[in-house]
C-alpha cells in the first residue's frame, strides 16, 4: 500500500504558475505509477499527467500539454506537477493517485487507480 499528500494549492492569478507536490508513504514510490487528476465543482474527475515509476514516460492531456509537467523524486518520494500560464478554467481540487508499476501510467478513468490522496484546491483568480 501506499498513502498520498498533495501539497502546493493556493490562489493564483491568470497566467501564475504553482507546484504541485505528493508526498508518498508506505511501500517503495518506485513501486507505483503516479498520476495527477482534478475535479472542478459539479464536473466528473479528469486525468490530467500520469508518469511511470522511473520517469521515463509521461503522459498528458493535450490541453495541458506544454503548461503542466509531472516529474518524480523517487529518493524523496514525492511526486510534483509543474502548472504554468494558468488559467481560470484550470481551478480545482487536485489528486495524486498510484497504481502498480506494471500497469499503465496513461489510464484516463479515476476506478483504474487503486490509490488517493486527499487533494488540494488550486484557484485561479482573474
Known amino acids: 500500500q501506499v498513502q498520498l499528500v498533495e501539497s502546493g494549492g493556493g490562489l493564483v492569478q491568470t497566467g501564475g504558475s504553482l507546484r504541485l507536490s505528493c508526498a508518498a508513504s508506505g511501500r517503495d514510490f518506485s513501486s507505483w505509477n503516479m498520476a495527477w487528476f482534478r475535479q472542478a465543482p459539479g464536473k466528473e474527475r479528469e486525468f490530467v499527467s500520469g508518469?511511470?515509476?522511473?520517469?521515463?514516460?509521461?503522459y498528458y492531456v493535450n490541453s495541458m500539454k506544454g503548461r503542466f509537467t509531472i516529474s518524480r523524486d523517487n529518493a524523496k518520494n514525492t511526486g510534483y506537477l509543474q502548472m504554468n500560464s494558468l488559467k481560470s478554467e484550470d481551478t480545482a481540487v487536485y489528486f495524486c493517485a498510484a497504481r502498480g508499476r506494471l500497469l499503465s501510467a496513461s489510464a484516463t478513468s479515476p476506478a483504474l487507480w487503486n490509490y488517493w490522496g486527499q487533494g488540494t484546491q488550486v484557484t485561479v483568480s482573474s
Open positions: 508518469i511511470t515509476w522511473n520517469g521515463g514516460s509521461t
